[in-house]
């Protein structure tokens, strides 16, 4: 465990900034190498963090640095053709959500990556932190009885304006709307919490706002588990919460946050004549909220030393098969799709673009 990893990051834009402090965190890693498209915005992020050396292009960093790990934070439309190259050149990557704009392209980078003998993780960082700990060892323990009905929310606020940049709600430029874009970090914690997923039946609404895709859906889940869910998701609400409800045989799990959760945001309440538990399904003394930085950590820490992903880290796709099962569904008329349909489906395997009912 003394290798110092070696990281490089392409598309130096807003996230970017989350990865290079969590670089900057971790005692064994270094931020080596930067690119972006725009050299400006190269360099200026360069000269926040460390002085990184800036490059044209993706290729000739990976050609002059060789990097341990390449973290690809733009937008999604390139993660594919980046992911490959970074895999292509012995490097691990990590891959900012959504990991693409379809299910094929994802093939393609886990391929690449299985074919150099390296990991592909995706960020999604609503899954850790203490609390998701926690509450999922204990479901999985059995503590709380049987998951029974869940209920997952992503309930936000983005005014007309936000959706007059012309790349956005558009199936070509974005790939799909609130579904994919904001929705899959809570659908990753609920499969984080739940497992896996059994099918889905869904539709996509045009509620308020001028888009190409949907500004809201409306989904059920099942899960192998026996649970259900219920998934709501819109752009057009303006008390803006993310949550998660779990009702089991023995308690009621809740997480109500919006953009990432301490334990504050999380409430176990025991079901009537489960009171002398609560005591045992406690919070942890010790903290840690959710956040890219816990996340790099400890998929770092996995890639020093050798050892399995942790689960903050692992099935990079079981969420975005989900949000994929969705569209597909919607395509579908709300036909209900299981895994093995979407395994075996051609068309939702390539992108998500379905009719949304219009309701304006
Ligand atoms: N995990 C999270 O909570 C979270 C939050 C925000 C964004 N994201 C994801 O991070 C990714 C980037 O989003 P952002 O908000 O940082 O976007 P951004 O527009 O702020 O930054 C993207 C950067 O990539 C650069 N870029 C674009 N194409 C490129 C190319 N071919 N080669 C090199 N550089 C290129 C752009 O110049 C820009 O600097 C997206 O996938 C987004 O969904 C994740």
């Known amino acids: 465990m003394t290798k110092t990893l070696r990281c490089a990051i392409v598309g ?10 969590a670089i900057a965190a971790y005692p064994h890693a270094q931020l080596v190498a930067v690119t972006d498209l725009s050299r400006e915005s190269a360099t200026a992020f360069a000269a926040e963090f460390d002085r990184p050396r800036v490059y044209d292009d993706l290729d000739a960093l990976l050609a002059a640095e060789h990097p341990d790990v390449v973290h690809v934070c733009t937008p999604p439309v390139v993660h594919r053709e980046q992911s490959v190259a970074a895999s292509r050149a012995g490097a691990h990557v990590i891959v900012e959500k959504p990991p693409a704009p379809s299910l094929e392209e994802l093939d393609d980078m886990r391929r690449a990556a299985a074919r150099a003998g390296r990991e592909l993780v995706v960020v999604f960082q609503q899954r850790t932190g203490t609390a998701a700990a926690h509450v ?4 999985e323990d059995g503590a709380f009885g049987r998951p029974l009905i869940a209920q997952c ?6 005014d007309p304006a936000y959706f007059a940049v012309p790349w956005r709600g558009r199936w070509e430029t974005e790939g799909g709307g ?4 904001h929705a899959i970090h809570q659908i990753d914690l609920l499969a984080f919490l739940l497992g896996d997923w059994e099918s889905v039946q869904a539709r996509l609404w045009r509620l308020d706002r001028e888009t190409q895709t949907e500004d809201a859906s409306t989904a059920t889940l099942t899960f192998a ?3 259900i869910a219920s998934v709501a998701t819109s752009a057009v609400s303006p008390r803006e919460t993310s949550s998660i409800r779990i009702d089991t045989q023995r308690a009621t799990i809740t997480v109500d946050h919006l953009y990432g959760h301490g334990h504050e945001h999380w409430r176990i309440t025991p079901a009537p004549g489960f009171e002398s538990e609560a005591a045992a399904w406690a919070l942890p003394a010790t903290e840690e909220p959710s956040g890219h930085d816990v996340l790099l950590r400890d998929v770092f820490d996995a890639l020093r030393s050798g050892a399995p992903l942790p689960a903050v880290g692992a099935d990079p796709a079981r969420s975005f098969e989900l949000v994929a099962a969705i569209y597909a569904s919607a395509a579908e008329d709300g036909a209900v799709i299981t895994p093995e349909r979407l395994a075996a489906h051609p068309t939702h395997r390539r992108g998500f673009a379905s009719p949304v009912t219009d309701r304006r």
């Open 153 to 158: 929310q992503t309930l936000w606020f983005r």
């Open 178 to 181: 609130p579904t994919l874009g």
């Open 136 to 139: 999922k060892r204990l479901l």
């Open 12 to 21: 130096t834009g807003a996230i970017a900034h989350a990865h290079a402090k």
């Open 225 to 227: 588990s026996g649970a």
